[in-house]
């Protein structure tokens, strides 16, 4: 019995999901780019300049993701004022990316165990 | 002996104590006094929510008989108080601040409001409050459901926020003490505005137990009252373990203290601290390090540098977002009072489980980090805010960033007070801030003592009528 499969097949579909947003579209510009280079050097800048920022992938893809929940309580000007937010919370979490830690460093506050005042 | 009414609606806790044990006024004369102005003048600076009159005779006539047949609660008894609308009260509508709520009663009563009754204190009212204490990024003071706080030096003022309505109601000499709470500015700011002393005191000190959640890891408790010697008392009725908030520590908390250091202050003034503070701010600043040099040594210091504004942010915004996911599932959401608010919150719920840990890893560091800054140290001195008081009707913009510990204290969860030091040209508040290591608020309360013994700016109040 694997009364989870259905669940976890889900959740795999939607990291699928937001990393062909993500990351495969960049990855597949990004080698495009890289072989035009080699035959056409002026049309491989004119790609380059085309290419989605990464950035707004990335929000593009959160969006989404809100969208798809939400969607239908959030009109077009709604939309871009939490798409703003959204590019705000990305660049911030790129910023926190950068501070550096070690392995051993566990999220503050620590689990406490719990015991209760029964005998 | 008390004759005038601005005697008793701005007596510090002790006058008005010493008042009810010698006979000359009794908890129900006292409670009714302060219920009539909360009556009178709470509509004018939209500073309360919910009058709770029956309530408030009903435990002042209990606090006249227990005094009167010798059962003492301590300096609390008898005294009345309101408490912010995010404390839950039994039987009585706790709103949050928030149209969605604004008839809600949830049965049960917050920690902090059973032991306040334990101490003896009247529950006079529910405050009035920013929407959810603002945790949906609200930009202008009219986010809430009950309107703008006003300032009772300046109606044309804001009285900050989150604790708008405690901040206002003890300046205008409506309640002797208020509860209020801050997740980031919600006690000192409003304190700072209305020219009160606040106290945010260490995380964990407080039980949140009953309070709204909109930060688990960085919700604090504390007093808004005239005073330090006020906030202490108070603290020392509120402060303890909790089962019911297992993030409330089990550490002693006693005051007044009976260890005092018997040594000169050490404190430590950051460098450029109040150099874009607004002028009357910084001059007033300065004269309150001048009394502050009489009491002990102050040396300029470089503010520890950190990831403290994102990581604060960050930690705030994924759990305001998961506190309120039900809210924000809902079409209540778009009945908030602020635009603002109405979409604010949609964005963070989008933040990555990796990210909101990362915050919480880098906080680790961060604390260490502030720790071993503040521990030379009994306070280090700021401004909370960079200006007095803004116009009720216009937006924060970025006058709200105050140069002060606001992110790192918070992020750190290690206390502060904030004290009046002067008034502007305006006749408008001016404040300091005292931050302290985590546990250390007896040592904030001391210097705030020290300070007010040789000042007087904590005595003066505004004209309400």
Same mark, same amino acid.
């Given at each position: 019995?694997?009364?989870?499969?259905?669940?976890?097949?889900?959740?795999?579909?939607?990291?699928?999901?937001?990393?062909?947003?993500?990351?495969?579209?960049?990855?597949?510009?990004?080698?495009?780019?890289?072989?035009?280079?080699?035959?056409?050097?002026?049309?491989?800048?004119?790609?380059?300049?085309?290419?989605?920022?990464?950035?707004?992938?990335?929000?593009?893809?959160?969006?989404?993701?809100?969208?798809?929940?939400?969607?239908?309580?959030?009109?077009?000007?709604?939309?871009?004022?939490?798409?703003?937010?959204?590019?705000?919370?990305?660049?911030?979490?790129?910023?926190?990316?950068?501070?550096?830690?070690?392995?051993?460093?566990?999220?503050?506050?620590?689990?406490?165990?719990?015991?209760?005042?029964?005998? | 002996?008390?004759?005038?009414?601005?005697?008793?609606?701005?007596?510090?806790? +002790?006058?008005?104590?010493?008042?009810?044990?010698?006979?000359?006024?009794?908890?129900?004369?006292?409670?009714?006094?302060?219920?009539?102005?909360?009556?009178?003048?709470?509509? *004018?600076?939209?500073?309360?929510?919910?009058?709770?009159?029956?309530?408030?005779?009903?435990?002042?006539?209990?606090?006249?008989?227990?005094?009167?047949?010798?059962?003492?609660?301590?300096?609390?008894?008898?005294?009345?108080?309101?408490?912010?609308?995010?404390?839950?009260?039994?039987?009585?509508?706790?709103?949050?601040?928030?149209?969605?709520?604004?008839?809600?009663?949830?049965?049960?009563?917050?920690?902090?409001?059973?032991?306040?009754?334990?101490?003896?204190?009247?529950?006079?009212?529910?405050?009035?409050?920013?929407?959810?204490? !603002?945790?949906?990024?609200?930009?202008?003071?009219?986010?809430?459901?009950?309107?703008?706080?006003?300032? +009772?030096?300046?109606?044309?003022?804001?009285?900050?926020?989150?604790?708008?309505?405690?901040?206002?109601?003890?300046?205008?000499?409506?309640?002797?003490?208020?509860?209020?709470?801050?997740?980031?500015?919600?006690?000192?700011?409003?304190?700072?505005?209305?020219?009160?002393?606040?106290?945010?005191?260490?995380?964990?000190?407080?039980?949140?137990?009953?309070?709204?959640?909109?930060?688990?890891?960085?919700?604090?408790?504390?007093?808004?009252?005239?005073?330090?010697?006020?906030?202490?008392?108070?603290?020392?009725?509120?402060?303890?373990?909790?089962?019911?908030?297992?993030?409330?520590?089990?550490?002693?908390?006693?005051?007044?203290?009976?260890?005092? =250091?018997?040594?000169?202050? *050490?404190?430590?003034?950051?460098?450029?601290?109040?150099?874009?503070?607004?002028?009357?701010?910084?001059?007033?600043?300065?004269?309150?390090?001048?009394?502050?040099?009489?009491?002990?040594?102050?040396?300029?210091?470089?503010? +520890?540098?950190?990831?403290?504004?994102?990581?604060?942010?960050?930690?705030?915004?994924?759990?305001?977002?998961?506190?309120?996911?039900?809210?924000?599932?809902?079409?209540?959401?778009? *009945?908030?009072?602020?635009?603002?608010?109405?979409?604010?919150?949609?964005?963070?719920?989008?933040?990555?489980?990796?990210?909101?840990?990362?915050?919480?890893?880098?906080?680790?560091?961060?604390? /260490?980090?502030?720790?071993?800054?503040?521990?030379?140290?009994?306070?280090?001195?700021?401004?909370?805010?960079?200006? +007095?008081?803004? =116009?009720?009707?216009?937006?924060?913009?970025?006058?709200?960033?105050?140069?002060?510990?606001?992110?790192? !204290?918070?992020?750190?969860?290690?206390?502060?007070?904030?004290?009046?030091?002067?008034?502007?040209?305006?006749?408008?508040?001016?404040?300091?801030?005292?931050? !302290? /290591?985590?546990?250390?608020?007896?040592?904030?309360?001391?210097?705030?003592?020290?300070?007010?013994?040789?000042?007087?700016?904590?005595?003066?109040?505004?004209?309400?009528?």
């Amino acid at each position: 019995m694997i009364p989870d499969e259905p669940i976890v097949g889900e959740r795999q579909d939607r990291r699928a999901f937001v990393r062909s947003l993500i990351a495969g579209g960049a990855l597949t510009t990004a080698s495009q780019v890289a072989a035009n280079a080699q035959d056409d050097p002026v049309q491989a800048e004119k790609q380059q300049k085309a290419a989605p920022d990464p950035l707004q992938v990335e929000v593009d893809a959160r969006l989404a993701i809100l969208v798809a929940r939400r969607g239908e309580a959030l009109d077009d000007e709604a939309r871009e004022t939490i798409r703003a937010d959204i590019e705000s919370m990305v660049k911030r979490a790129r910023r926190l990316r950068r501070f550096v830690l070690d392995n051993g460093d566990g999220p503050f506050p620590v689990m406490i165990p719990y015991r209760g005042v029964t005998e | 002996m008390m004759n005038k009414a601005d005697d008793v609606a701005f007596a510090s806790l +002790p006058i008005l104590g010493n008042a009810l044990r010698s006979g000359s006024i009794t908890s129900v004369e006292l409670t009714r006094f302060f219920l009539d102005r909360l009556e009178k003048f709470g509509g *004018r600076f939209h500073s309360v929510v919910t009058l709770t009159r029956d309530l408030a005779l009903e435990q002042a006539r209990r606090a006249d008989e227990e005094l009167s047949s010798g059962t003492d609660r301590g300096p609390l008894h008898g005294i009345p108080y309101g408490a912010k609308d995010l404390l839950a009260t039994k039987g009585i509508v706790t709103s949050w601040g928030a149209a969605p709520y604004s008839e809600r009663v949830i049965e049960s009563d917050a920690t902090v409001v059973t032991r306040l009754r334990a101490a003896g204190a009247v529950l006079a009212a529910k405050l009035a409050m920013v929407e959810l204490a !603002g945790g949906m990024g609200y930009r202008q003071p009219n986010a809430s459901f009950t309107g703008p706080g006003l300032n +009772p030096w300046d109606v044309t003022k804001w009285s900050g926020g989150s604790s708008s309505g405690s901040g206002a109601a003890v300046a205008a000499g409506l309640v002797p003490f208020a509860i209020g709470t801050e997740t980031w500015g919600s006690i000192t700011t409003p304190a700072s505005y209305c020219g009160v002393v606040g106290l945010r005191p260490t995380y964990g000190r407080v039980s949140r137990a009953g309070a709204m959640a909109l930060a688990w890891t960085h919700d604090k408790i504390g007093p808004l009252a005239r005073s330090a010697n006020d906030c202490g008392l108070i603290l020392n009725a509120i402060a303890g373990a909790d089962p019911a908030d297992l993030s409330a520590a089990d550490r002693p908390y006693r005051f007044p203290p009976v260890d005092a =250091p018997g040594r000169p202050f *050490r404190l430590a003034i950051p460098r450029n601290a109040v150099v874009e503070a607004q002028s009357e701010v910084r001059a007033n600043f300065e004269a309150a390090i001048e009394v502050f040099r009489q009491l002990g040594s102050v040396e300029e210091v470089d503010l +520890p540098k950190g990831p403290w504004t994102d990581v604060a942010i960050t930690i705030i915004a994924a759990e305001n977002a998961a506190a309120h996911e039900e809210l924000l599932d809902s079409e209540d959401i778009f *009945r908030l009072t602020a635009p603002e608010d109405r979409l604010g919150a949609f964005a963070d719920t989008t933040i990555l489980a990796s990210e909101y840990l990362r915050a919480l890893r880098i906080r680790g560091r961060l604390a /260490r980090q502030l720790d071993a800054f503040l521990a030379p140290f009994d306070a280090v001195l700021t401004v909370p805010t960079a200006g +007095p008081a803004t =116009p009720a009707d216009a937006s924060h913009g970025d006058e709200y960033n105050a140069p002060s510990l606001g992110a790192a !204290g918070n992020v750190c969860g290690t206390p502060a007070l904030v004290m009046p030091t002067g008034r502007t040209k305006e006749g408008l508040p001016t404040s300091i801030q005292l931050d !302290g /290591r985590a546990w250390s608020e007896n040592r904030l309360l001391a210097l705030g003592l020290a300070y007010q013994q040789q000042t007087a700016w904590h005595l003066v109040h505004p004209e309400v009528g």
